[in-house]
């Protein structure tokens, strides 16, 4: 049973990670749509403002309550977030709110604010966030299930909008158990976590793969390697659900391929930045999956500091 103090800092730190990575996808979605397909635009424009308002609320309730470790992991935001967001908003004229990105680059030198009812502030917080991730998954559903019957057409992939998909219900289930105050067992649930995010790893591999320029061929080469990386460890992984003996080794390998492939993402990004690669990806995707590695980077350091003797 989580305390109050936990349940809190849990909270918010989940809501600023995924929060905007939410509100990223309803741009991706809406980036890839065509001018015929204007009620899904402004459905995506929709979810987009309502969950960048429940981002601002997160930071209101987050100074001086996040962990330190968190607020310089480069999950929440990283060096490029705010110039990533202002050359999306450059090449596709969909207004992205920056204010909130300047906010949370100062929420580890900011104190506390004295606010009551705080645990029940949180609470209402997540449930609201809840229920609008819960549609927005159901959104992604629809929008996928028509573009597999050739109902509609988007210039993102179907496996990109199933995988977007599958992160909102990852969010809504870890929601719900801090909702539920339930302590996350690392032990018990390392295998089955590291195999959703070495997959997840290995999608963002083969969705840059795809991205890139033709002419790209060392980077293409270089991405198509870590998707095979990646697509062995979510096996081991997997392997691992069986046999906790292999957990150690999974975890280890996991972390040690995960950091090269947050390096690998952090000069794409900044390749992307300063126009010194070509590709078809928004320069706002390639520090979404950046900040998602460093989110599972730092998973897998607790994971394995947990299970030190």
Known sequence: MLSNQEFIRKSLELNLV???LMKEHAIFIEGGLTPKSQVLAVQAERFKN?????????????YGRIS?????SGEIVTRF???AEKMTEFYTGMRIDTTVTMREMELRNEQPMNLVNMVAGVENLNSRVMHTVRQFADFKAEILQNV??????????PTMIEHLRREALYYLDMLERLQNRSAIDLAKNTAVKETFWNHIMEEHAKFIRGMLDPEEENLIEVAQMF???FEQLTTQAENA?????????????????TGEFRNFKAQGTQGMLACQIKSVMLP?????????ANYYLRLLKVIEKKKLP
């Open 148 to 157: 597999l019957a050739c109902k509609l057409f988007t210039h993102n992939y």
């Open 18 to 20: 995924f929060l905007r």
């Open 241 to 257: 659900q069986k046999n906790p003996a292999l957990v150690p080794g999974v975890t280890r390998e996991s972390r040690e391929a």
């Open 50 to 62: 309502e969950l960048t308002s429940l981002l601002h609320e997160t930071v209101n309730l987050s």
């Open 68 to 72: 330190l470790e968190v607020a310089a």
């Open 284 to 292: 706002l995707l390639g520090d979404h999956v950046l900040r998602e």
């Open 227 to 229: 998707a095979g990386e």
């Open 81 to 83: 977030t705010l110039n």
